[in-house]
């Protein structure tokens, strides 16, 4: 039992860290789910084709959150942690 709280304990803190890889993760199941879904009505797609699309989608929304994340990531890194340095040693 104690195994499953250190992972889901340590799940939680890196979500926290970087909050776009669980965002990725849910659009990620959304957007297979829902095109899954759809499948029955595609129409005279090919399945393969349906299955491309599909794929493209949810790893655009993939690469697309871990692009927001790295921008965020470097936002905090670059921008505010500069400032609030500065700021302390202002304060001194």
Do not use: C, W
């Amino acid at each position: 039992m104690s195994t499953y709280e250190d992972n889901e304990s340590k799940f939680m803190r890196k979500a926290k860290e970087n909050p776009f890889v669980p965002v990725g993760m849910a659009g990620f199941f959304a957007i297979v789910g829902y095109r899954l879904m759809k499948m029955k009505s595609r129409g005279d797609t090919k399945m393969s084709v349906h299955l491309i699309h599909m794929r493209v989608a949810a790893q655009g929304f993939v690469v697309g959150a871990m692009t927001l994340g790295v921008i965020y990531s470097m936002y905090k890194e670059y921008i505010v942690k500069p400032r609030e340095e500065q700021k302390k040693v202002q304060n001194k």
